[in-house]
């Protein structure tokens, strides 16, 4: 009895073994702080967090705030990331069950025929019999060197990529979907800025008419007039089937087709949510591309494991346990059972160099997996960097447009005016009216690209600047 406790006891031992290498995330050399804006500390690995479910909230329009709801509800290809992480955690649940006994049950009642010419076959053998089999088979691996335990460390982890997938599909439509809103918005503010510059075109065109008809104005005077009411006119017809190409992407997102869905223009303002002073790196931990990223790279470091435990020798259990007879009698009698237990062992001779290429492949794959991560972080470093920068900049350039518009408008006043007393021609008016529309219209196409570089600074960080949220 001793011996055989020793084996049992060397063999609960060795399950605690692991040929995977101890794990290490991928090092980044990343300075300590953004350089478009001051940061409050050192770099830190990707750990997933939980993320703001509705970062769009920072823009305070309730109509945005439906049309994220809808997407989540019934956007497919938020549907279609759903089901392959549902897909991911199954197949982490098949390889768990290897951790386990596996027992079967079968049951086998046969009428059959044997051959005349079978070899050995007695002469007194009947050539039609039946045989009636019933029984249970057990087979449990013990997993010395825990290829089955990293089999499912390797799977667990992409069960969690997989979790993180589908908050970063989730992250980059709600992003999808805010940019298309405030793009539409632009375009509606846009609208109006044309529609009221028409209005006032067309007073002019209706001065400069006037004007000609009392032979006070050239007829060059009343083409000019003519031709900047319709280059209004047209530029108008362009922001109109840009906002239709904007509300039919919408459509699309929120789960409805482009033919029937429709958004009304928006009488509201958006504005660009406040920043804090400070971001701290640790924020971009709560980006799922990144921890979706580490994961694999931890999956990759258990499957090296798996592959280095196939040079071992395999140890496993097998049981069978059921009863036999042929035609008639109890399958439980004690003369009609049959038993057999005892271990099965698989030791790899000669492969062709197969598990030699196994690991070889299963290293690579890691290399590949911590580059992808180290990509990844510095894509995402970068889209932090352009954000900022962005928001400070077209700060910067939207001060100078405003300026700029109140110099045009005004300018254009006096052009008119002077026109109307005569003092100077259209052109100085045309001139006049075309610098103030095209500075109106910079000016909020810089609000526009303003809130859509705050909406990619939420994003790259994962869903916001609260560190506690």
Known sequence: MRPRLELLIMALALQGCSMAPVYKAPAIDLPAQY???????PWHLAKAQHLTSNWWQLYQDSRLNDLQQQLLKANPDLAAALAHFDAAQAYAGQLRAGLFPQITASAQPLRQRQSDGKPLRGSNQPS????????????????????????????????????????AARLSLQQQLATLYIQLNGLDAQNKILTSSLSDYTQ????????????IASELDLTRAQSQLAEARAQLDDVRAQRDLAEHAIGELVGQPA??????????????????GALPSTLLQRRPDIAAAERRVFAANANIGVARAAWYPDFSLTGLLGGQTAGSGNLLAAGNRYWALGPLVNLPIFDGGRLDANERQAKAE?????????????????????????LRDLQREAE??????DAAQHTQTL????????????????????SALQAQRQLQGLQTRQLQASVGLVVALGGGWNSGS
């Open 366 to 390: 890691f290399e590949e997996a911590a580059a992808h991560y180290r990509s990844q972080v510095l894509r995402a470093v970068r889209e932090v960097e352009d954000n900022l920068g962005q």
């Open 259 to 276: 033919s029937v869905f429709q958004l009304s223009a928006s009488e509201q303002t958006l504005g660009v949510p406040a920043m804090p």
């Open 415 to 434: 052009a008119m005016n002077s026109y109307e007393a005569g003092a100077v021609n259209y052109l100085d008016v045309v001139t006049a009216q075309t």
């Open 204 to 215: 002019a065109l209706q001065l400069t008419r006037d004007r000609y008809e009392g032979a």
């Open 128 to 167: 039609v019999y039946n045989s009636n089999t019933a029984g249970f088979a057990l087979s449990f691996d013990l997993d010395l060197w825990g290829r089955i335990r990293n089999q499912v460390a390797a799977g667990d982890a992409q069960a969690q990529a997989s979790a993180d997938d589908l908050a």
């Open 400 to 405: 100078d447009e405003q300026a700029a518009v």
């Open 35 to 41: 350089r478009e804006q001051t940061s409050d500390g």
